[in-house]
């Protein structure tokens, strides 16, 4: 009886480490199905986020040329600043707004 289990564990082992060719199908369906879920959402939250980045950049931005055109301001010269390196491609919005302030907190 001892000899019959042995056997039988040993199948069972075998089919662990090299599973047969329906399981292996099975193996590879669900890493594609997960692989394909992941990369689904992944994009969803990509896109989401890049379009409520550029909703607030073009908020900052109607900010920054309400600012520029109000000559009342204090702070109209920083603005002016900012959106002309930005508008003329001198530098990237968040570059221009960084090398501004460094301007006008020297002065």
């Given at each position: 009886m001892s000899i019959i289990n042995e056997l039988l564990?040993?199948?069972i082992e075998s089919n662990i480490l090299i599973p047969r060719?329906?399981?292996?199908?099975?193996?590879?369906?669900?890493?594609?199905?997960f692989s394909?879920?992941?990369?689904?959402?992944?994009?969803?939250?990509?896109?989401?986020?890049?379009?409520e980045y550029l909703r607030a950049k073009a908020k900052y931005l109607r900010e920054l040329i309400?600012?520029?055109?109000?000559?009342?301001?204090?702070?109209?010269?920083?603005?002016?600043?900012?959106?002309e390196k930005w508008n003329s491609g001198e530098m990237p919005l968040t570059e221009a707004n960084?090398?501004?302030s460094l301007k006008f907190e020297q002065n």
């Amino acid at each position: 009886m001892s000899i019959i289990n042995e056997l039988l564990f040993l199948d069972i082992e075998s089919n662990i480490l090299i599973p047969r060719s329906e399981r292996l199908i099975n193996h590879l369906l669900v890493v594609f199905v997960f692989s394909l879920a992941f990369i689904a959402v992944a994009e969803v939250m990509y896109w989401l986020h890049k379009k409520e980045y550029l909703r607030a950049k073009a908020k900052y931005l109607r900010e920054l040329i309400d600012q520029k055109n109000d000559l009342s301001s204090s702070n109209e010269p920083f603005y002016t600043c900012v959106y002309e390196k930005w508008n003329s491609g001198e530098m990237p919005l968040t570059e221009a707004n960084t090398m501004c302030s460094l301007k006008f907190e020297q002065n």
